[in-house]
């Protein structure tokens, strides 16, 4: 357990890096622009709202949440791969990693963000956040259940001898399924006082880090296991 | 990576490493979870044990971590 859990951090070092450096380069000027709005709207409306942190501060602050949050992802990925691996130690560390990522991605990520699509900063109020929080959550709950089925409709489906092409289709069904479950969350009522293009550039980048960070994890940790394995049949030892 | 002893014949010492292990994950999945829940969650509830009330007011964790929290799609204000 301890080499996946090392294998993971080490992975998850690498994507929190790879998506804090795509986000501070690509997503960081956009939000600043929100950010400038955002100010410039409370100015006119007479409002002085002092800030914790500069801007400058809270690029660095991003840095060090994109890194905090690789790892830990990381970690939880290297701790779910080794209880997989321990129930099917055959399968290919590559294969393995891949379809955990792209199940986890699916589930933690892109369910939520179907439902509650991510707003730059400026959009939001304050007194609403507790709900929202509630709804981004029960979304994430639906997301993870639907992507532990994914997983196991997988599984079963192919144990059950499903041509590929029906069993391909059963998992969409299964991720139709979760998305439009979804939809029963009651609706995100917070106006959105910026311009179209400002938030289609915004959510188009937060789908890019989000890809990157899990895509990176995925990628890194399968190379990573890949390697170990390659390693162990050179030195013709048994699998752990 | 047991093999060295268990093959001198030390039961207790691949037991205990594996507890050893379990445990380390365990406490490795908590601290992530705690980790997940400051960057995107927290409104300042994990420091206002030691900071009091300013920690909800200036809500420093949410306030360092916003774009962060922005842009890979947590509520936010």
Not at chain 1, 24 to 33: H, K, S, Y
Request: charged share 10%; proline share 5%.
């Amino acid at each position: 357990m301890l080499t996946f859990l090392k294998r993971g951090v080490l992975a998850g070092v690498v994507c929190g890096l790879l998506a804090g450096a795509f986000g501070f380069l690509l997503a960081e000027p956009v939000m600043d622009r929100a950010v400038d709005l955002e100010t410039a709207r409370q100015a006119a409306a007479g409002e002085h709202v002092s800030e914790t942190f500069s801007r400058p501060t809270q690029h660095v602050g991003f840095l060090v949440a994109t890194l905090a949050v690789g790892i830990a992802l990381g970690v939880l990925f290297g701790v779910l791969y080794g209880l997989l691996h321990r129930a099917d130690p055959e399968q290919a560390p590559w294969q393995r990693a891949l379809h955990l990522g792209g199940c986890a991605f699916f589930g933690a990520y892109l369910v939520p963000f179907l439902r509650y699509p991510a707003n730059p900063p400026g959009v939001g109020d304050p007194g609403t956040i507790d709900a929202r929080a509630n709804s981004y959550l029960s979304a994430l709950a639906i997301g993870l259940v639907g992507a532990v089925l994914l997983g196991l409709a997988q599984r079963g489906l192919t144990e059950r001898g499903w041509r590929p092409s029906y069993r391909q289709l059963g998992l969409v069904a299964v991720a139709v399924l979760t998305v439009a479950i979804t939809f029963a969350l009651p609706d995100n009522i917070d106006p959105i006082p910026v311009d179209a293009g400002l938030i289609w550039e915004f959510r188009l980048l937060s789908f890019a880090t989000s890809a990157l960070l899990w895509g990176g994890l995925s990628v890194a940790f399968g190379l990573l296991g890949e390697r170990a394995a390659l390693r162990e049949d050179a030195c013709n030892l048994s699998p752990v | 990576m047991n093999s060295a002893n268990s093959s001198t014949g030390v039961l207790a010492a691949p037991v205990a490493q594996q507890a050893v292990a379990t445990l380390v994950a365990i406490g490795a999945v908590l601290l992530a979870l705690v980790t997940l829940y400051a960057v995107f969650l927290d409104q300042g509830q994990l420091l206002s044990p030691v900071l009091g009330k300013v920690a909800a007011t200036a809500n420093y964790l949410h306030e360092l971590a916003h774009d962060g929290r922005h842009l890979l799609g947590a509520p936010c204000h």
